[in-house]
Structures are given as C-alpha cells and as structure tokens.
C-alpha cells in the first residue's frame, strides 16, 4: 500500500516557483523519497530522489524535513510543459513502487 | 538510460479472450515490472519478473489471471487473460537501472492501452 498522502491537485502560475507537498508520517529509516511524474497518456518518469539531505538537479529540488515525515519537491520555474501529475513514492529498494494519488498540477499562463 | 517499447500500444479486445502485452528494453536489465492503470486512477504494481525465475505477484493479482514471461534479459509479456470489462485499463512494464549518483533509476515504457468490450 502507498504510503504517502499528497494534494489531489494544484494550480501554479507559468514562471513561478510550483511547491508540491508529501506527507510521508511512516517513513522508515532505510527509504528513499522519490518523485515522478506522469504527463497525460504517457510512462511516469524520474524527477529526483531523497534519503535525509535535500537534493537538487537540472529539473528540481526536493526538500526533506529534519524528522523525514514528509516532503516537498520544487519546481523552480514552472512551465506548461510541467502540466502533470505529480508521485512522491516512498521505496526501500527504488523500485517495486507503491503509487499513491498524487497531485495533479497545472501551469496556467 | 533505456528505451522500452511495448506492443501493442492498444487494442479493443472482447471479453472471454486474452490479451499477450510484449515488453522490450534496449539494454539488459534484471528486474522488469509490469504495472496497471484503470482509468482516471493511479499505477497499481502486478509483479516483478526475474529472468530465469518465477514472476512474483502482489497480492490481488494471480498468476492464472495475469501469466508474465521472462524469457531473457530485454523482453518480458504479459498476458491478461479470459477479459472482462473490469480489465480494461493501460498496462505498463518498467525496468531498474543503476545509475551513477542515484543509485537507481526506474524506466516506465510508453504503456498499453486494453479496452475490453
């Protein structure tokens, strides 16, 4: 079973900074947070992943609070291209994924 | 990275039959999963296929219902068998790669898409 709640959606203006919330309250010491996301009609696909320290690549950010209960993945800019929704997917192995609901975004002009 | 294709990209199928969902992966992989999406829903994990071993299925799904094969270390296919409306929903196999400074990394093909009638 997924072990994360998220905002069934959200609306971010195109150029803003879009701030994705995950509340992840029974999360073990050994699992990973990751992100992906699914634009309509296609695979889900990699967006960045966590442990314990905050992260950062060329897509986003994600911010992982100090007791790991929950997290936030940044998009710093937001594009209509970032129209999709959002997984935030707790995994100890980084791959048999449990998928919640997720958060459907939308980047409005 | 990795491609992964699957055949057929959708299919109208009539109940009482069977569907065979083709997985290929441009590289070899170990672990290959197939997931199922019903309409307006999230991704539900059916089971993790293994070459050379048995598929393991979450609970819910069995084998009778959903047979995978792993012949190899680039193709997998999973069948759907004696349909009903209830199956129609996109279907979609993954694989696991490691990759450098993230441990690893999983690849989602572009899905199936069954509709039974």
């Known amino acids: 079973d997924a072990k994360t709640t998220q905002p069934t959606s959200m609306d971010c203006a195109e150029g803003r900074a879009a701030n994705l919330p995950c509340n992840h309250s029974t999360i073990s010491g050994n699992e990973y947070v990751y992100w992906y996301r699914q634009i309509h009609s296609q695979g889900p696909q990699y967006i960045i992943h966590g442990l314990k320290n905050n992260e950062t690549n060329e897509m986003a950010s994600l911010i992982i609070t100090e007791d790991r209960k929950s997290s936030t993945l940044i998009l710093p800019h937001a594009t209509l291209r970032d129209t999709a929704v959002y997984y935030c997917?707790?995994?100890?192995?980084?791959?048999?994924?449990?998928f919640g609901t997720g958060t459907s975004l939308t980047v409005i002009p | 990275s990795a491609v992964i294709s699957q055949k057929p990209s959708r299919d109208i199928c009539q109940r009482g039959t069977s569907l065979t969902i083709q997985c290929q992966v441009d590289?070899?992989?170990?672990?290959m999963f197939w997931y199922r999406q019903q309409p307006g829903q999230s991704l539900t994990l059916i089971a993790t296929a293994n070459q050379g071993s048995e598929a393991t299925y979450e609970s819910g799904f069995v084998i009778d219902k959903f047979p995978i094969s792993r012949p190899n270390l680039t193709f997998s296919t999973l069948t759907v068998s004696n349909m009903s409306p209830e199956d129609s929903s996109i279907y979609l196999c993954?694989?696991?790669?490691?990759?450098?400074?993230?441990?690893?990394?999983?690849?989602f093909g572009p899905g199936t898409r069954l509709t039974v009638t």
């Open positions: 997917i707790v995994s100890l192995t980084g791959n048999q994924f449990y």
């Open positions: 993954s694989v696991e790669l490691p990759k450098v400074g993230v441990r690893y990394e999983q690849y």
């Open positions: 590289s070899q992989v170990t672990m």
